[in-house]
C-alpha cells in the first residue's frame, strides 16, 4: 500500500521526533546513605532530568555488606548499573582488567578534570585513563563522647601515643565504663585498627612498597608490629561485650546513645550514628569531640605519624553505559552540588574552592587534617582489592580475638597478595 505524500512526511517526522528523545535511564547504584544525603542525590537527579528530556537517573540503595556482596555479581551480569558507589585503588584496577569498566575523558566537559585535585583522581585512574570520579575525602578518627570522657578523667585532648590512648582506654575501664564501641562482626571496622598502626609504624611508603615486593613485603616488620599494638590493646578488653557479634550500624547508634568513650570511625558517621541512636537525636556536638588516630614512638620508619587514613570515595562507571550516564557523574560532581553538600553537612566536597561553604566543626577539622597530611592512605581493605581487602578483614578480627598471631597474620595478607 502506497503512503499519500503528507502522510509519509507526517510519519517521518513522528519517527524522527521519537529519536530525538530517545528514552535514556540512567541506574545508579549506591550504598544506603542517611534520609538527608539521599535528598540530596534524588534532587540532583531531577534536576539532571528536567535539564535533559528523555533521560531518567534511578538510584537504588543497598546496605553496605550486602553492596560489597551484590556488586561482583551484578558486574558479570546484564543487570549492572550505569554508575555505581566506588572506594577506588587496586579494586578500580581490577576492574578495568576484567572489562567491568569504560575510560571517561572523553566525554567529561572540557575543563573539568582542572577542577578536581590530582591525588583524588589518581584513585579513579588507570594507566592515564579515568575511570571514575572521586566525590568526597573522608578520615577515620576516633570519636569521642566529651561527657564520659570527663568523668573518667580522661584528658582526650592530650592523647598523642598510642600509648596514651592505652592509658585512656584503662581510665575508662577503672571508671567503669566501655572504653571503645566496635562493630566487629563486620570485620572493616576493626581493620581500621591494623591499617593505621601499619602505617604509624611502616611510613607512607610501606604499602606500595609491599604491593611492589619490596622490604619484606606484607610481611615487613611494620605490619608485624601492627599487629601486636593492636593485639594488646584488644587483650585489654577495650570494646562492648559482644562487639563481635555487633554490626557497624549497631555499633554507630550504641556511641550516639552513650555507649562508650570513643568510637573509630570515619567522619561520615556525624549524622547516620544519630539517627541510629534510640532517640534518633544521638549525643549533641557540645558533647562531641573528634581526635587524630595516635603516633606511635620509635616506629620501624620514620614518615607514618602524621598520615591519615580514610576514603576518597566516588563513582565508577560500567562498560555498557550511555554517554549520557558520564554526563550525569559530571553534573553531580560539578562546582555547585559539591558545595551544597559541604553546606549541608553532608560530607567534605572534594572539587576545588567547594568547601568554603562548610561550617560543621567536625567536617572542617576533618578537612584541616587530610590537607595537613603527608599521605592519605585510601581504606587497606578497598586499596588493595576485593580478595586482598576480605583477607585484612578477616585476619583484624582475628588478631581482635586473639586467634592469630601477628606473624600469621602478616603472612595470610602476603599469601592473600601473592595469590589475588
Request: proline share 5%; aromatic share 10%.
Given at each position: 500500500?502506497k503512503y499519500p505524500t503528507a502522510a509519509l512526511a507526517a510519519a517521518i ?301 566516588g563513582w565508577a562507571v560500567t562498560a555498557n553505559a550511555e554517554p549520557e ?96
Amino acid at each position: 500500500m502506497k503512503y499519500p505524500t503528507a502522510a509519509l512526511a507526517a510519519a517521518i517526522a513522528v519517527i524522527a521526533g521519537h529519536a530525538a528523545h530517545a528514552q535514556v535511564q540512567i541506574d545508579v547504584l549506591r550504598v544506603v546513605v542517611n534520609p538527608e544525603q539521599e535528598a540530596y542525590l534524588e534532587g540532583i537527579a531531577r534536576e539532571f532530568e528536567a535539564q535533559n528530556e528523555g533521560v531518567t537517573v534511578r538510584f537504588e540503595y543497598v546496605a553496605n555488606e550486602a553492596y560489597k556482596a551484590r556488586l561482583p555479581t551484578l558486574l558479570q551480569s546484564n543487570a549492572a548499573p550505569d554508575i555505581f558507589y566506588s572506594w577506588g585503588g587496586q579494586t578500580v584496577v581490577e576492574q578495568v582488567e576484567a572489562g567491568f569498566l569504560q575510560p571517561i575523558d572523553d566525554h567529561l566537559p572540557e575543563g573539568f578534570r582542572d577542577t578536581i585535585p590530582e591525588a583524588g583522581l589518581q584513585a579513579y585512574e588507570v594507566e592515564g585513563q579515568l575511570y571514575g570520579l572521586p566525590q568526597y575525602a573522608t578520615e577515620v578518627v576516633f570519636w569521642t563522647n566529651t561527657a564520659l570522657a570527663e568523668q573518667a578523667g580522661i584528658d582526650y585532648e592530650a592523647i598523642e601515643t598510642w600509648d596514651d590512648l592505652l592509658a585512656a582506654v584503662q581510665q575508662a575501664k577503672d571508671a567503669g565504663l566501655t572504653p571503645i564501641v566496635a562493630g566487629g562482626q563486620d570485620k572493616w571496622p576493626l581493620h581500621f585498627y591494623w591499617s593505621y598502626l601499619a602505617l604509624r609504624e611502616g611510613g607512607p611508603n610501606v604499602v606500595t612498597d609491599a604491593m611492589a615486593g619490596e622490604n619484606g613485603g606484607f610481611e615487613n616488620e611494620a605490619f608485624i608490629e601492627a599487629g601486636r599494638k593492636f593485639q594488646a590493646l584488644a587483650e585489654m578488653e577495650p570494646f562492648q561485650p559482644g562487639y563481635i557479634s555487633t554490626t557497624y550500624e549497631t555499633a554507630s547508634g550504641m556511641f550516639a546513645d552513650g555507649a562508650g568513650v570513643f568510637h573509630l570511625m570515619g567522619d561520615w558517621d556525624y549524622l547516620p550514628m544519630r539517627e541510629r541512636s534510640t532517640s534518633g537525636e544521638g549525643l549533641p556536638d557540645d558533647q562531641l569531640a573528634i581526635i587524630s588516630f595516635p603516633a606511635v614512638s620509635d616506629p620501624v620508619a620514620e614518615g607514618g605519624n602524621d598520615a591519615t587514613l580514610g576514603g576518597i570515595n566516588g563513582w565508577a562507571v560500567t562498560a555498557n553505559a550511555e554517554p549520557e550516564a558520564v554526563e550525569f557523574l559530571a553534573f553531580m560532581m560539578n562546582a555547585e552540588n559539591q558545595r551544597e553538600a559541604g553546606a549541608q553537612q553532608l560530607f567534605i566536597p572534594i572539587a576545588v574552592g567547594t568547601s568554603d561553604g562548610m561550617e560543621n566543626p567536625f567536617y572542617v577539622q576533618v578537612a584541616q587534617n587530610i590537607e595537613a597530611s603527608s599521605y592519605h592512605q585510601i581504606f587497606l581493605d578497598q586499596y588493595l582489592g576485593a580478595s586482598v581487602g576480605a583477607t585484612i578483614n578477616d585476619i583484624s578480627a582475628d588478631l581482635a580475638q586473639g586467634n592469630i598471631t601477628p606473624e600469621a597474620a602478616a603472612t595470610q595478607v602476603q599469601e592473600s597478595w601473592d595469590f589475588r
